[in-house]
Structure formats: C-alpha cells, structure tokens
C-alpha cells in the first residue's frame, strides 16, 4: 500500500508541474515580456513602447534598408519622425546604424533636391528662369506617410494594453503590478477610452486610484518636510516621488511629444504621434 501511495503522490506532483508548464506556454513569449516590464521602474507600456521601436529600428537599419520596398516607404513618408531619427543612434554599433541612416538620408535629401529643382536635367539656370518658373510648394509632395516605426509601435502598444487588462487578476502579474509604479497616466486613459467595457477595467481603474493616493500622499509630505521646523527628515521615497510624479503623469520621456501646434499646417502627416 506504502509503494502506491508514493506513487501516487509522485503522479500528483508530476500533474502539478506539467500544469505549470502548459501554463506558463499558454502565456507566451509577450506575456513574460510584459511581466519583465512590469519588473522594471516606470510604465511597463511605455518600456515596451521604447523596446518595440528600437528593435523595429534595428531591423529596418540592419536587414532592411537595402529591401525596394522598405526603401520606397521611407522615401514617401521622408524618413522617421523626429524621436525616431534620434532613436537610431541609441542603436548597437554591430548593427551598423550609421551606415543605415546614411543610405536613408542619401534618398532623402535626393527627394528634396529634386523637388526643389536643384540641377534639373543638367541645365544651368538664370534669372530669368528663376523668376517665369511656376511656383510649386514642396511640403505637399516632400512627406505623404507616416513614420513607419510609429505605426508599427502604435498597433502593438494597443496589444499591450489589452494584454495588461486580461493578465491583470492572474495573481503573479497581479503581485508584480501592484508592486510597481504602474502605467502612466496617458496611458490608462488610452486603455479607458479602448478598453472600458472590458472585464478588468474596473480593476484596473481601482489599483491605479489606489497608486495615485500613494503617491500624492508621498508628494505631500515631501512639501511638508521642506518647512525647516519639521522635526522629521525627507525619505528617499518622498524625495524620488516627484521624479516618479512625472512619469506617472506624463509617460516616459518622448513617448507622447508635445502639444505644440506649428501654423498653417496641423493636419501634416507624421509630425506627432497622434
């Protein structure tokens, strides 16, 4: 009898362990990667954010840059937007980024020539051309897309928060979540204005007002503390809590731009992210 029930408990914990394992497969490779992001300091979407356009960027200066199709999408949309122009300097040397960009700004700065007129068909020109030549404005036809790698980042950025929602009552992540910073705050209100009536949110709308009070609260004291008859000294949590305030409240830097609107032309494609 002794011999069976060792057998049997063995059995068990070989069940157990196996559901583990198809648990953990079910789960994915994105699903860890959000739970590593969850990990780390500040918004966990906008880390994936960050990640996933500096791994598209890699690939397209890397394997891709010498592909027709990869090089005419560049040309229409006028290479990337501004963050993602500088993203690519943040680029492994092993990747050859600027062997990349260079290649790209060649094409770039062949369109602008063109489109300016510059040394059109070889001809020297004259005053007189100068001034009987019809007037053509270049912004039309120098950008007509989008920075690709703000498109590609802007569909999985949406997955993440969906992902978020649906691991969010699993209690590992739900342990790992409520141990972090949490989301920033444009970013719940991206999940908000897409994801209302999913089943999580309100969970997800609880653990973040909860986050906020613990923060604000720790903002408080830190003011409290700076009147010099306070007989109690600064934390290094209330000391890094207006550091943590600006994320939480903003996103991490250069993931949502500015609000600055250049005259006449808001409706330009590609020169902010939404």
């Known amino acids: 009898m002794q011999p069976f029930q060792c057998f049997s408990s063995l059995s068990k914990k070989l069940l157990e362990c196996y559901a583990q394992v198809m648990a953990q497969a079910r789960r994915g490779r994105s699903y860890f990667k959000l739970l590593d992001a969850v990990n780390e300091s500040g918004c966990p979407i906008c880390t994936l954010f960050i990640r996933d356009g500096l791994g598209y960027l890699d690939m397209m200066m890397y394997e891709r840059i010498m ?8 040309i229409q949309s006028f290479g990337l937007c501004n963050w993602h122009t500088w993203q690519v300097s943040k680029l492994p040397e092993i990747s050859s980024p600027n062997v990349g960009f ?5 094409d770039l700065l062949r369109k602008f020539e063109r489109l300016a007129g ?3 068909d070889g001809k020297k020109r004259t005053l007189k051309s100068v001034f009987t030549k019809k007037k053509r404005k270049i912004r039309p036809k120098i950008k007509q ?3 690709p790698v703000c498109r590609h980042v802007s569909q999985f950025e949406s997955y993440h928060l969906r992902q978020l929602l649906e691991q969010l009552p699993e209690e590992e992540f739900f342990r790992s979540y409520g141990a972090s910073q949490g989301i920033c705050l444009p970013h719940f209100l991206m999940t908000e204005e897409h994801f209302f009536n999913h089943t999580n ?3 997800l709308l609880e ?6 009070k613990t923060l604000r609260n720790k903002l408080d004291r830190f003011v409290e503390k700076q009147d010099y008859r ?3 000294k600064v934390t ?3 000391a890094k809590a207006g550091r943590i305030a600006m994320e939480f409240l903003n996103g991490k830097p250069g993931t949502f731009g500015s609000e600055i609107q250049r005259e006449p032309s808001r409706n330009r494609p590609g020169y902010s992210r939404r």
């Not at 653990?207 to 906020?212: D, H, T, Y």
Request: aromatic content about 2%; hydrophobic content about 40%.
């Open 67 to 74: 592909d027709v199709p990869t090089r005419m999408e560049l």
């Open 102 to 106: 260079a290649i790209l700004a060649s």
């Open 118 to 120: 510059a040394g059109q």
């Open 145 to 147: 897309g989008t920075c």
């Open 201 to 203: 949110f309100q969970l």
């Open 207 to 212: 653990v973040q007002a909860n986050k906020a």
């Open 230 to 232: 306070h007989p109690e």
């Open 236 to 238: 290094p949590d209330e």
